[in-house]
T-cell receptor, first 114, second 115 residues
Framework: DSGVTQTPKHLITATGQRVTLRCSPRSGDLSVYWYQQSLDQGLQFLIQYYNGEERAKGNILERFSAQQFPDLHSELNLSSLELGDSALYFC?????????????FGSGTQLSVL | KNQVEQSPQSLIILEGKNCTLQCNYTVSPFSNLRWYKQDTGRGPVSLTIMTFSENTKSNGRYTATLDADTKQSSLHITASQLSDSASYICVVSGLRGGSQGNLIFGKGTKLSVKP
C-alpha cells in the first residue's frame, strides 16, 4: 500500500460528460502529480500541485483542470469527454524537497468513455 | 527532444533465470534515473533512484546500473520469481530542484516469468 488513495477505481461515462477524480496524498507529502496512461503508452504528466499552488504543467488539455485543497487532497476534473480520454489516470505524491525523492503512486482510476 | 527508450518491448523467461532490461535516454540536463515496477492495472512502485554520481544501486534481487556518459541504464533481475511478472519502467528526470514535473517515462518492458 503506497499510502496514496484514489477514488473511484472505475468510472464509466458517456461522451460529452464531466467527471471528477479524487486523490488523497500520503501523510506529509505536499506535492500531488496527475498522470494519464493510455493503452500501451508511457505515463504522460498532466499537472503538479504543491501545497495548494500549481507548480508545473504538462500535456494537459484545456478541457481538463485540477486543484489542490487546503487539506492537500486533489481533484482532477475532466469535461466534454471524448472517446480518446479513456485511460488510466494516476495520482502520485512526494515530499519534493530536492526533486530526487520517490514518487508514490495510487492505484489509479480507470476511465471508460463510451 | 527528451526521450527514454526501453528494450526489449517484452520478454519471457523461466522462473529462476536472470534477465537484464535496457534503457537509453537523451534527456538533458540529467538529474536522476529511476526504475519502477508496474503490475497490471496498478500504480508504479519505485525500485531504485540513481543520481548522476551513482553507477549502481541494488534493491533485493533488483540491481540497476547507470552510465551517465553513454546515457544508458540497465536493470538486472536475479533468480526471477513468478511475482516479477510486470512492466518495468525507466524514468529520467531532467530537472534539479523541488519539482518532478519534468520526469520522462519510457514505455516499459513487459516481463513474463513462466513456471
Amino acid at each position: 500500500d503506497s499510502g496514496v488513495t484514489q477514488t473511484p477505481k472505475h468510472l464509466i461515462t458517456a461522451t460529452g460528460q464531466r467527471v471528477t477524480l479524487r486523490c488523497s496524498p500520503r501523510s506529509g507529502d505536499l506535492s500531488v502529480y496527475w498522470y494519464q496512461q493510455s493503452l500501451d503508452q508511457g505515463l504522460q504528466f498532466l499537472i503538479q500541485y504543491y501545497n495548494g499552488e500549481e507548480r508545473a504543467k504538462g500535456n494537459i488539455l484545456e478541457r481538463f483542470s485540477a486543484q489542490q485543497f487546503p487539506d492537500l487532497h486533489s481533484e482532477l476534473n475532466l469535461s466534454s469527454l471524448e472517446l480518446g480520454d479513456s485511460a488510466l489516470y494516476f495520482c502520485a505524491s512526494s515530499v519534493d524537497t530536492t526533486g530526487n525523492e520517490k514518487l508514490f503512486f495510487g492505484s489509479g482510476t480507470q476511465l471508460s468513455v463510451l | 527532444k527528451n526521450q527514454v527508450e526501453q528494450s526489449p518491448q517484452s520478454l519471457i523467461i523461466l522462473e529462476g533465470k536472470n534477465c537484464t532490461l535496457q534503457c537509453n535516454y537523451t534527456v538533458s540536463p540529467f538529474s536522476n534515473l529511476r526504475w519502477y515496477k508496474q503490475d497490471t492495472g496498478r500504480g508504479p512502485v519505485s525500485l531504485t533512484i540513481m543520481t548522476f554520481s551513482e553507477n549502481t544501486k541494488s534493491n533485493g534481487r533488483y540491481t540497476a546500473t547507470l552510465d551517465a556518459d553513454t546515457k544508458q541504464s540497465s536493470l538486472h533481475i536475479t533468480a526471477s520469481q513468478l511475482s516479477d511478472s510486470a512492466s518495468y519502467i525507466c524514468v529520467v528526470s531532467g530537472l534539479r530542484g523541488g519539482s518532478q514535473g519534468n520526469l520522462i517515462f519510457g514505455k516499459g518492458t513487459k516481463l513474463s516469468v513462466k513456471p
